[in-house]
């Protein structure tokens, strides 16, 4: 689906009507408005219209690939104890299960293997609204405004708080969306629900991938933070490729860039 984003003054509009004619963004600039285009959209110096977007509902996607590999057998839902995994030079073992690796995808969740890392939780909340809106188009200033599962369903988000680290959802950021939205569209719009969530993101804004420093058999995949959706996937098949062919993982994105942290933590196993 396109994302639509509104200007916010005419040297903007002037910025990407020069940048429209490169041959390197003509590829994701579908069009370039200088009046208001969108009805409902606060755009009064135009926007920009791109394409090879989209969104992804993260909730279905989960459940539908949850689905997918229970029904090939390999799925298991369990709480894992740390002495209940033995890693040594022959494998992984867990209860009757086998392995030559063991790969560690816990988000902000707390392991023992690698607590020692930076990965800091960032909370965001969102909103679902109802409202007569019935572009094919997301709209995206401040806030993106995404469509929901049910028809005249809108999703809007999302907030950013570092210093939250309590579960639930927030008067204060229930206001900070609503006040971005009425910003962003002139239309009426109703509240349906309010969410949130804990992205895991890193001092440095990258990923973090990689063998444990100790212990050969283990490894990290972490900290997709705010991009997880489009950074996940491309880097997932680094790691694999590192795992399976011992291709070099960009060091922007490699666990070897906090190794020390791992020398000098008390929690190091």
């Known amino acids: 689906m ?68 229970e029904r090939d057998g390999t ?9 209940d995994v033995v890693v040594d030079s ?12 063991l790969l560690v995808c816990n988000g902000t969740h707390d392991n023992p ?28 200033r401040g806030v993106y405004i995404v469509p929901a599962t049910e028809p005249n369903h809108w999703r809007i988000g999302a907030t950013y708080d570092q210093g939250d680290k309590e579960p639930g959802v927030t008067e204060k950021a229930k206001a900070e969306l609503i006040e971005k939205t009425q910003e962003l569209i002139s239309f009426p719009f109703n509240i349906v629900h309010q969410e949130y969530g804990f992205r895991p993101t890193t001092p440095d804004r ?10 050969e058999r283990v490894f990290t995949f972490n900290g997709m933070g705010t991009k997880g959706v489009s950074l996940a996937p491309y880097f997932s098949d680094v790691l694999v490729r590192f795992i399976e062919n ?21 929690n190091r196993i």
């Open 206 to 215: 990258r990923p973090i991938m990689g063998r444990h420093p100790a212990l």
């Open 2 to 69: 396109p994302v639509y984003r509104p200007f916010i003054s005419i040297e903007e509009q002037n910025e990407w009507m020069a940048k429209s004619i490169e041959p390197s963004f003509q590829a994701y600039i579908q069009s370039v408005f200088t009046t208001p285009s969108f009805q409902g959209v606060k755009d009064q110096h135009g926007g920009i219209l791109l394409k090879q977007a989209g969104f992804l509902n993260t909730a279905e996607y989960l459940d539908a690939v949850r689905q997918l590999i």
């Open 246 to 266: 011992d291709e070099p993982i960009n060091k922007e994105v490699d666990i070897e860039r906090y190794k020390l942290l791992y020398w000098s933590s008390p």
């Open 113 to 140: 293997w690698f607590r020692w890392l930076p990965i800091r939780p960032l909370k965001g909340e969102t909103l679902k609204i109802q409202c007569d809106y019935r572009e094919s188009v997301i709209i995206n």
């Open 90 to 101: 022959q494998g992984v073992r867990y209860q009757n299960f086998e392995a030559e690796r």
């Open 75 to 83: 799925f298991l839902e369990t709480d894992i104890m740390e002495g």
